[in-house]
Structure formats: C-alpha cells, structure tokens
C-alpha cells in the first residue's frame, strides 16, 4: 500500500522566515514524490516533482529514501507562499496518485 | 499545461436523487481519469481510477453502486452519485495525466455537491 503523511495540519511562519512542510511516505517499490499547492480560490496544481530536482518558487524538496521523507523547504518565506499544500505520491506499480493530508500555511506579515 | 474542466462547478439535489459530474479534458486525451472526494479541511481521498473503455477500479470502501463512473470517450468522465444522500454532499475533483507517458496530475476545478 502507498500512504503519504504530512504531520502538520497548520504552520505559521513570519514573512522572511524559513519554512519547511514535512512529508513521510511509505511504499514498497520506487516513488514517485510531488508536492501540489492550493491557493484561495484555485485548483490544485503541481508545485515541484523530485525527479526534476528543481527549484520553484524558491522552493525546493529532497527525496530522502533512507528517512522516507520529501520535506518542502524555502529559506525565505513570503506572502504569497500563504496556501494549502499537499505532499502526493505516484505508485509505478498502482498507476495512482495518492495524497497526503495536507498542509495550510500562512506566513504572517 | 494541460487542462482539465468539471462541470458544474456546485450543484444541490434533494435526497434520493441522483446527480451527475462530468469531467473533460480540453486540450489532450485522457485513458485514465482519477476522482477524488475532499471533506471539508481534509484531504483529497482517491474514490476510483477511470479507464476509457473499460470498468472503473475503485478504492478499498467506496460502493461502486453508489458512485457510478462512466469513461465512455478519451476526453469525458463522469461520476455519478445514486440516491444522494446529506452524507455525500463533498468537494469532488477529478484529474488526469496529460497522456503523454508523463505522470503529472492535471486537476478540474471541483464540483461542490450539497444534498439537501
């Protein structure tokens, strides 16, 4: 079974302030890590993927396989970052995206 | 980036009926179709996989004879909640790969359904 954790329901950081959304995954074969963002009013879209390896937004997110993790972090918080955001993994062997509780952050001015 | 439109966007119905979501993707074919159900605060909960041409495979606890998904083209879904119930009022999304190989998730904007 593919399962996806986020322990933080809600985070809050101050403007400028380094943020970090932790994710935990559990899956027997090869995952693959995606992290989505959700702003007020939008539909969900893909933030970054870990094979891209890639930073978006300022954002960036390791896949660590030994701690089974695919933390989100960005050194410098800002305003707009405020949304909801969900760590999603793709299962090769069960062609489906499976998705973690979600994230709402809210940087404060 | 591809995209992926639902329509209506919120609906209400009155208990015992049924209701239809549809599910499209615009700009590209879909084979397969993801629905999700999101309660309020919570996260999104795969219900089912929708497979064009064939039957629909459904997550562990969701009653198939209760949401009928229908996948009958490469561009269109639909889902169809039977005897809607106060309970199975929810935010439904649906979503897709772009059906290059590519396993991005394009998502339609949701469909508020409030049973009342």
């Known amino acids: 079974a593919q399962r996806v954790t986020q322990p933080e329901k809600l985070l809050s950081v101050f403007k400028g302030a380094p943020v970090e959304l932790k994710c935990n995954y559990s899956?027997?074969?090869?995952?693959?890590l995606f992290w989505y963002v959700q702003y007020s009013r939008q539909r969900l879209q893909l933030l970054l993927r870990?094979?891209s390896r890639e930073s978006i937004k300022g954002f960036t997110a390791d896949l660590n396989k030994g701690e089974t993790s695919f933390h989100l972090k960005k050194p410098f918080a800002q305003e707009e970052d405020s949304a909801m955001y969900y760590c999603?993994?793709?299962?090769?062997?069960?062609?489906?995206?499976?998705f973690g509780q979600g994230t709402r952050l809210t940087i404060n001015p | 980036g591809a995209v992926v439109s639902q329509h209506p966007s919120w609906v209400i119905c009155k208990s015992g009926t049924s209701v239809k979501i549809e599910c499209r993707s615009l700009?590209?074919?879909?084979?397969?179709m993801f629905w999700y159900r999101q309660f309020p605060k919570q996260s999104l909960m795969l219900m089912a996989t929708?497979?064009?041409?064939?039957?629909?495979?459904?997550e562990q606890g969701v009653e198939k004879d209760k949401f009928l998904i229908n996948h009958a083209s490469l561009t269109l879904s639909t889902l169809t909640v039977t005897s809607a119930h106060p309970e199975d009022s929810s935010f439904y999304i649906c979503?897709?790969?772009?059906?290059?190989?590519?396993?991005?998730?394009?998502f339609g904007q949701g469909t508020r359904l409030t049973v009342v």
């Open positions: 979503s897709a790969p772009d059906g290059t190989g590519d396993t991005e998730a394009f």
């Open positions: 899956y027997s074969g090869s995952p693959e």
């Open positions: 870990h094979i």
């Open positions: 999603a993994l793709w299962g090769q062997g069960a062609q489906k995206l499976v």
């Open positions: 700009d590209f074919q879909a084979t397969t």
């Open positions: 929708s497979n064009e041409g064939s039957k629909a495979t459904y």
